[in-house]
């Protein structure tokens, strides 16, 4: 007769689990952006976000302040880096195991910064007077250090404007009629290795070469004489008397030899040969 309350002890077909197999549930220790761990072991080496914290100002006036601010801008970046293009994935970021490696400090055990501390560090902190000089030079910086460990022979500026379209009633938006959106349109300089050397935010109804000189500048200054061979690249919008007078004349430098260097417009004779765009 079978056993009252279900297979008889004799009949029964009884599993027993290894038990050293444990089954546990660590949802927060994973994560999807492990590719980003070998940037900052880079960044490390170079000091790059040291330097940023050196050189930014903290506006924050409380004692008990959670993040330092090479650590928020730690993250600011490799969110960007990661493809997160704003702050809104920040509070589920910061209990992300990658992002809290690359932030350092106390987010390694604890969580990095929300939404809300994020926003309040781009929009409010990095936008004081001090801290826009500071991030304006900052490129540069990086670039020399790590020009330090190896030196090109050549440098070779590219500078050109883009656009980006913003939505909402942002600050010094304008409607752009070569575009047909409203946008900014900021003016880059960039190194024939891809790096951003200096760039600016314009508004969007602006002319593409609007405020070259102070951005394209600075970073002609830092590179006087360093570099035999130094160049300069732009598009048809660049080709004006006013860029041509400042390459010739304005960074003129000699060589220890006696022989005279400049930023050589002679092997580019003409910059609409290089234009990818007219406007």
Known sequence: MAHPTGESESDALRLDFDRRLKLEFHG????????????????????LSEMAGAV???????????????GLLRQSVFGRLAGYDDVNDADRLAHDPAIRWIVG?????????????????ETEWLTSGENLVALADLSGHWIDRVHTGQPPR???????????PTYGDQEGTAYNGHF?????????????????????????????AH?????????????????????FRADAAF??????????????STDLDGRATDWSLKQIPDLR???SRSE
């Open 28 to 47: 927060s220790n994973v994560t999807s952006d492990a590719g980003l761990l070998p940037f900052p072991e880079l960044d490390d080496a170079l000091g």
């Open 56 to 70: 930014l100002s903290d506006g924050r006036r409380g004692k008990n302040t959670r993040h330092v601010l090479s």
């Open 105 to 121: 400090g106390r987010p390694v055990h604890d969580c990095a910064a929300s939404a809300s501390q994020m926003g309040r560090f």
């Open 154 to 164: 050549t440098i070779v500026l590219d500078m050109d404007s883009s656009v980006s």
């Open 180 to 208: 047909a959106c409203t946008c900014y349109r900021p003016l880059f300089v960039f190194n024939q290795f891809g790096d951003l050397e200096r760039s600016a935010l314009r508004s969007g109804n602006v002319h593409s």
């Open 211 to 231: 405020g070259w000189k102070e951005v394209v500048e600075p970073v002609v200054a830092r590179y006087r004489g360093k570099f035999k061979r130094r160049y």
């Open 239 to 252: 080709a004006n008397p006013q860029v041509y007078e400042f390459l010739e004349a304005g960074v003129v």
């Open 273 to 275: 040969l290089l234009a």
